[in-house]
């Protein structure tokens, strides 16, 4: 009733406001619009000198006024903020957007002191710009252009002259296969790619309607799971983030392992990183096996595990209980991503299928990519897997502390990742 009144009001005190924030968007609101509870970065390296001005064209010409069949702005989101009224959150269009607030040469030098000129100083960049705060009464996205920048080859052999092109934005604004989307659109490039697992289920109308019913019971199976504790170290915001990479993977690697233990393209990814955290602690994950007497027996332990969790409607369910959240004001929306993963679990991880095409940017061809996210709730670490032309990189984004203790070797963690996937393709 309360939302009503407000709903109602807000059409006579606040014309100016456009809609509620809801769903999942109103769980990853900060306490203030300046500060997110949850970023994503995308980071492009292109084989050549690509300016700022050219890239706000592209948006210019391509996506700013771009409509659907219903002659709405299908990219309005990059246009407003949100603000409050009466305790609720409200997008707001920003009167006075100009692409030249979101699209600039990469300007933190005064606040973050090293500059991405290369991969290492990249990795230090991305710890403190991740969760930067955002400017007031703009949309919380950006896209930063650095040049040159110095990328080194799969031989080690330092390649010059190259562009770096890091897209920033609000989690409440995208999420990862939208923000893809977007750069097919923005780019004019095909960025091809398998439909996500997740993504392809859908619902009928009779189960929906017994999902509702269920949605209790449906919570609950997750419950054990959150309510266990985790076996790695809980974030510290204190004290940051680490971060690092892997090399990139070749996706017929982790293909051929699929096919020859007839199990899902993620479980070998899942596994490989816990056989990676083997050598970094002795603790145990029953449900995705962190010890395992070896990785064949991790890896066919880790699928029957994410295949048992995915044959219910769990992940729905958590889908459609933020829908519930989003009713009430943003003060307790807000809260339900941190009460939900306050005790649980240890890490997230997201796998994006990586391309199948080459990619460009204005036939200047993409050679390398990095994607993370980063999240304002306990959870110690945050793990994203995506890539380009065929080739995956897992980036790992950590608080120090993950492993008990500071100074967290990570670099060794995403070594370990590569080194159990070289031993799973290795089993005849």
Known sequence: MYRTYVALLSKFLRPDLDSFVTGLCSSFLGKTPQESSSNFIFCFVVNGNISEYRIREMFLERVVNLKDSKNNFIYKRLSQYWTTFLGYAFWKTDKSFKLSNHVRKYDYDHVISTKPTDEDNLKKVFE?????????????WEVLVQYPFNRKSSSEIIVPGQSLVI???????????????????????????????????????WHKIILWISLPFELSKSLPILLRGRCLGKRDPSKGWVYDVTKNIPVNAIKTIKQKQSIEFRSVVHSSINGGMTNQTKFVVDELPLKSPSPLDRLLATDAALKGYEGGMSSFASLYLSRIISMFPAAISRQFLPAMYYLGPSYFLTVIPCTTTREFIDNL??????????????????????????????????????????NTPIAKLAADFVQELEELASLS
């Open 365 to 406: 061809e993409i050679v390398d990519v990095y994607i993370m996210a980063g999240f304002m709730v306990p959870i110690g670490m945050v793990i994203t897997v995506w890539g380009i032309n065929n080739k995956q990189r897992a980036n790992f984004l950590a608080t120090p502390c993950i492993f008990g203790m500071d």
């Open 167 to 205: 897209f920033r934005f609000d989690h409440s604004l995208l999420d990862g296969i939208s923000a893809i989307n977007l750069f097919r659109m923005l780019f004019q490039s095909p960025f091809s790619m398998t439909k996500p697992v997740r993504n392809g289920k859908k619902l009928s109308a």
């Open 128 to 140: 403190d710009l991740l969760m930067a705060p955002w400017k007031s009464y703009q949309s919380n």
